[in-house]
């Protein structure tokens, strides 16, 4: 049964850190292009960042750029997100999603596999 585990979620103050993880079970997540999206209280879904499958390019949103990390762990079969200097404009519900045969997008639509998602919370 395939499957994607997105966790690492918690509580941290402003400018902290949080690393979540987005594990694959019963497909390797090498050959799927990886997003990862959130949903803040009251707030639309939005895709924040994506790592492609085969040449591992990626691409982030403004809000997020240069404070989150996406990163690739083929021996785990695991994706990471990094994210630094967290804000509590940050605080939402973090799910990872995974497509194949698809690059280089933040249409959720496109993607086959999601995960449960994990709760960020920025606060002091």
């Known amino acids: 049964q395939l499957q994607l585990v997105d966790s690492g979620g918690g509580l941290v103050q402003p400018g902290g850190s949080l690393r979540l993880s987005c594990a694959g079970s019963?497909?390797?997540?090498?050959?799927?292009?990886i997003a990862w999206f959130r949903q803040a209280p009251g707030k639309e879904r939005e895709g924040i960042v994506f790592i492609n499958s085969g040449d591992d390019t990626t691409y982030y949103v403004d809000s997020v750029k240069g404070r989150f990390t996406i990163s690739r762990d083929n021996t785990k079969n695991t994706v990471y997100l990094q994210m630094n200097s967290l804000r509590p404009s940050d605080t939402a519900v973090y799910s990872c999603?995974?497509?194949?045969?698809?690059?280089?997008?933040?249409?959720?639509?496109?993607?086959?596999?999601w995960g449960q998602g994990t709760q960020v919370t920025v606060s002091s």
């Open positions: 999603e995974a497509g194949i045969a698809i690059r280089s997008t933040l249409e959720p639509a496109k993607y086959d596999y």
């Open positions: 019963g497909f390797s997540l090498t050959y799927y292009t």
